[in-house]
């Protein structure tokens, strides 16, 4: 077994937040609204994309979950954009001399559509990981009205980063 560090190295992200009124509905840095007035609950902003990215992220370093950086008990991160803490976690990649390459991810919801949503989520995400919005795929998917996304009980995501040593 050899101790050299590789060149590249890959994480996966999931999470999934519970839908209820009363909170917005952001997914990927865009604010949408439900047909039944619904939104994700969290202690952030519950942005589900974001944190399945910044776990993928996190993950392909070994540098643990969003929980263990931004805990829901630290009162700093109530009602945080995600987007900023997305911007910390690939300052803490930086600092660990890595850069993010590329992400690809999916959204599990039954509604709203976000396809016309797609292109502006991925802007979104390519700004604080500091790479054009063409190395970030976003796709959507309904779960054929199964499980807690397809009784719209919550909404998931999916997401894998490559991220490369400096």
């Excluded at 974001?50 to 979950?65: P, R, Y």
């Amino acid at each position: 077994m050899t101790d050299s560090i590789p060149e590249f190295r890959i994480g996966n992200g999931y999470d999934i937040h519970r839908l209820e009124q009363g909170r917005e509905l952001i997914i990927g840095g865009v604010k949408l609204e439900h047909p039944k007035g619904l939104g994700l609950a969290g202690h952030s902003d519950a942005d589900v994309l974001t944190h399945a990215v910044m776990d993928a992220l996190l993950g392909g370093l070994s540098l643990g979950d969003i929980g263990k950086h931004f805990p829901p008990e630290d009162k700093r991160w109530e009602g945080a954009n995600s987007l900023f803490l997305l911007e910390q976690v690939v300052e803490l990649i930086s600092e660990r001399g890595w850069k993010v390459i590329n992400v690809d991810s999916v959204v599990i919801a039954e509604q709203p559509k976000l396809k016309p949503h797609i292109n502006q989520m991925r802007k979104n995400l390519a700004a604080p990981m500091r790479i054009h919005h063409d190395l970030v795929g976003v796709k959507a998917t309904t779960n054929e009205l199964l499980g807690p996304e397809g009784r719209q009980e919550g909404i998931s995501s999916q997401a894998v980063a490559l991220l490369q040593r400096l």
